[in-house]
């Protein structure tokens, strides 16, 4: 399937004259366009200039990760990070699952023009998701005349090349790639909290639902082989990692096809997500292991018994339902039914308890009825999630639904009010089961809120705030959940010294 009208967008000069010669692999070029970089800013330090960046992420955990090793990159050029505000250089990183996400970067944008004239060293890069439709790149050519910089999902490697001409006072520079051409894995991410890193297993989606538009934006479904993905793991724990969330789109379909040529998969060409998984968890410090998106259609047998074998994957599934009724799923292309994915659930939940299942849903996608609304709140209630993240359709050019006739936005409201309330009932209900036990907790960060308290997570992926010294963040701690607060916990660790 095409993407879009799939075509090369770019204006990087062909001529430009360099006094040695340019490496022509990577990531040998861009590391040479880094060092160059690394001497603009130099420069301008030396004139009592400071060179400051800050990237502003809209979207998923997948662009979360891709910003930490972009701000890796412009770290090693010498830049340092700031806040959006101040900053000399602003990269946005977009999102376009939804248009809401569109017409924030647009009021970021116009927010910042002014800057343009009281900084000359002010600059606005743009990346990510909403670049890849030829439209926003157009929009953004015609009416922000003022952006600097802008690429894609397929090339964000690139950015020391793109940035460099862009200094050396070329006009605006773009470069969109209308499929992979080339891939090269990004080292050397600047995280947020030292102690836990994403980890890309796979790039892509094949399952085009009918409104969704990230196949049309991130291209067809490739995996990375089981010996990259390791030895980053490897990496990340000799670093100091002790949570890894492995990334895909869909990680259940991990290994339908390989980037590259990989000697473990020859050896076993059955070898998917419940294999990798496993090899995962054997790795010295990792001590807890997170995945990110589960279809329901895919989660087999074969995983659920890999994660109740190994301990350090966590209690916590994130397998969005969408919608609850059989007619509209078919429609949207989810290849369940509400049957099916009830049936998973008490599957999942007869081997594993304990387990917190999250969710995404869906309101208002064309031809929705209330009917199938009472589907969908009664897939809620049996299936007892722990949170549900709750969408209105947004129609996406491109995409099937979006040329379906569309549900009237009051009737959509009224839908999503109904829902929310009877998710937010169970998951109020849910999320108080553990009161009054002691969990483990990985300490994140000090509360800004509450003083002297810190904030962590559970296996389950919940919250606890509770009373503690900032040098527990990075470890974890047994911490008693004393008092239930709907969606979080206020906790008490009776033993800060076992903390690991
Ligand atoms: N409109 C609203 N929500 C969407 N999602 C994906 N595409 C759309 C759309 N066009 C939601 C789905 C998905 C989550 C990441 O975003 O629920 O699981
Ligand atoms: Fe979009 Fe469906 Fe792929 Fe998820 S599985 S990214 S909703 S097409």
């Known amino acids: 399937m095409p993407l879009f009208n799939a075509r090369l967008i770019t204006n990087l000069p062909e001529d430009y ?23 603009y800013v130099e420069t301008n330090r030396e004139k009592g200039i400071n060179l400051t960046y800050a990237i502003v992420t809209f979207g998923c955990q997948m662009n979360v990760y891709d910003s930490e090793r972009l701000k890796g990159v412009l770290e090693k050029m010498g830049y340092t990070e700031a806040e959006e505000r101040e900053a000399n250089l602003v990269i946005f990183n977009t999102c376009t699952v939804r248009e809401n996400a569109n017409q924030r970067l647009y009021g970021h944008l116009g927010q910042l023009k002014p800057r343009k004239k009281t900084d000359p060293n002010f600059m606005i890069g743009l990346c990510g998701c909403m670049m890849q439709e030829p439209k926003v790149v157009a929009k953004i050519n015609e009416s922000y005349p003022f952006v600097d910089f802008l690429f894609g999902t397929f090339n964000l490697h690139r950015l020391p090349e793109l940035l460099f001409y862009r ?127 589960s279809h329901p259609k895919d989660l087999s047998d074969k995983l659920i018994d890999v994660i109740v074998r190994n301990p350090k994957v966590c209690r916590h599934i994130h397998l969005p339902v969408q919608i609850g009724s059989t007619r509209l799923l078919a429609a949207m292309n989810r290849r369940y039914t509400k049957e099916g994915y009830l049936a998973l659930v008490d599957k999942i939940r007869t081997a594993l308890p304990e387990v917190s299942l999250t969710t995404d849903i869906m309101v208002g996608f064309p031809g929705e009825t209330e009917e199938d609304i009472d589907d969908t709140i009664d897939v809620v209630r049996r299936s007892g999630f722990d949170q549900a993240f709750t969408f209105i359709y947004s129609p996406r050019t491109g995409t099937p639904a979006a040329t379906m006739e569309q549900i009237p936005e009051d ?49 389950e992926n919940i919250l606890v705030h509770f009373p503690g010294n900032k040098e527990l963040i990075g470890k974890f701690v047994p911490v008693k959940l004393s008092e239930s607060k709907g969606f979080y916990y206020i906790g008490v660790c009776e033993n800060p010294a076992s903390a690991e």
């Open 17 to 39: 004259s360099f006094s040695e010669p340019v490496p022509t692999q990577e990531p040998e070029r861009q590391e040479y366009f880094t060092e160059l970089c690394r001497n």
């Open 411 to 459: 009737i959509v409201k009224t839908r999503f009010q109904r829902l929310l309330d009877v998710v937010n009932e169970v998951a109020h209900e849910r999320c108080g089961r553990f009161e009054g036990q002691t969990k483990e907790v990985l300490v994140e960060e000090e509360n800004v809120q509450l003083e002297g308290y810190l904030t962590g997570r559970t296996e």
């Open 167 to 293: 200094l050396q006072g070329n006009k605006r520079m773009i470069e969109v790639l209308p499929e992979p051409k080339e891939h090269v894995e990004i080292k050397g991410a600047k995280r947020k909290y030292p102690f836990k890193s994403g980890v890309n297993i796979m790039y892509g989606c094949n399952n085009f639902c009918t409104y969704c538009i990230v196949p049309y934006v991130r291209g067809r479904e490739r995996s990375r082989t089981p010996e990259d993905i390791l030895q980053d793991v490897r990496e990340l724990s000799e670093e100091g990692v002790r949570e890894i969330m492995l990334l895909g789109q869909n990680v259940n379909s991990y290994g339908t096809n390989y980037m590259e040529e990989s000697k473990i998969v020859s050896e076993n060409p059955d070898y998917g997500f419940p294999e990798l998984l496993t090899d995962v968890c054997k790795i010295d410090g990792i001590h807890r292991v997170r995945f990110m998106t």
